[in-house]
């Protein structure tokens, strides 16, 4: 209960209205363990699927606690994405339980009828981990890079109910560009983007800022100066901001909060490493090492750039 009090107060004190302040939603889960579990597996109508979680020890300490899904990108993994987000550390330092689900052949659905089958994934997981912790149902939260932030737009929209806020990094809204999420709790939203992506544009995260605003989701927009195709930890602490971001906004039960003025745009430089300075990877280098893109020259960016209106070169 100490660490429910503390959020409450931190919601306050971070900026959040008296609406924010809103009681737990305990699940009452028992006979969970903590610890880190690299490869559990879960049968979704008839299908094995396998996710990585993370259950820190104060959990069993803290009473309802909050839950964080995270989306790898393509041609990530489960096992991939906690390297380079850095997101297992800020779990035991914050005292959430965190998951990582197995995406089928490396990748999550765009479009609203493909991704059924990874609702369903959504759905037994959350059933599972509810079941067997002491869940706050008023703060699950989603995130995800690239691939996996499209999914995450896409998951909110039909788990609405379910869902306190989104934080998607690098991605697009995928078919919910142009249907829209039409979700019927609005959740908040905090967009991350680099300025210079050349995997997915930073017009696709304006139009996903545009459509989410429009609908009635408030909006915080994180646009990254001289920032590529990268999960921003490293380089701008970016876990923190998203758990600050997360923190001050659980679920509103009556899913009738209306949309707030969204909040300045946050920019900030990042002077280029040496390491982007030079030479492009191979496309073999990217997939192993860094998810989501690497850094290209200008020739061969303005030879690589799609078409004004494709959001991405590819299915990220």
């Not at 339980?97 to 959504?122: K, Q, S, T």
Request: aromatic share 10%; net charge positive; proline share 8%.
């Amino acid at each position: 209960m100490i660490r429910l009090v503390t959020l409450a107060l931190l919601a306050c004190l971070l900026g959040g209205d008296a609406d924010d302040a809103v009681a737990p939603d305990p699940s009452k889960g028992t006979g969970g363990k903590a610890g880190t579990f690299p490869d559990l597996k879960i049968d979704v109508d008839g299908t094995e699927r396998s996710y990585r979680i993370v259950v820190p020890e104060k959990v069993k300490e803290d009473g309802a606690v909050p839950l964080v899904f995270a989306f790898h990108g393509l041609l990530d993994s489960k096992d991939l994405m906690p390297r380079y987000t850095k997101l297992d550390e800020l779990a035991k330092e914050e005292g959430f339980i965190l998951v990582f689900p197995n995406g089928i052949d490396r990748h999550w659905p765009i479009d609203y009828e493909n991704a059924e089958r990874d609702f369903a994934f959504f759905d037994a997981l959350y059933e599972r981990i509810t079941e067997r912790y002491d869940v706050d149902r008023n703060r699950v939260y989603l995130t995800g890079m690239s691939n996996g932030a499209i999914f995450s737009y896409l998951l909110a929209a039909r788990r609405s109910e379910k869902i306190a806020a989104i934080a998607p990094h690098s991605g697009w809204l995928g078919e919910a560009q142009w249907k829209g999420l039409k979700a019927s709790h609005k959740f908040p939203v905090m967009i991350v983007h680099g300025a210079e992506d050349w995997i997915i544009l930073p017009v696709a995260a304006r139009i996903a800022r545009d459509v989410c605003r429009k609908e009635g989701h408030r909006v915080e927009w994180v646009m990254l100066e001289g920032f590529g195709h990268f999960w921003a930890e490293a380089e701008h602490g970016i876990n923190a901001r998203i758990w600050e971001f997360f923190v001050k906004n659980p679920r509103d039960p009556s899913g009738e909060k209306a949309a707030k003025e969204e909040e300045p745009a946050k920019r900030a430089s990042t002077p280029r490493s040496p390491s982007r300075a030079g030479p492009p990877r191979t496309p073999a280098a990217t997939s192993a090492a860094t998810p989501g893109g690497v850094a290209r020259s200008p020739a061969r960016r303005a030879a690589r750039r799609p078409a004004p209106w494709c959001p991405c070169r590819g299915r990220r």
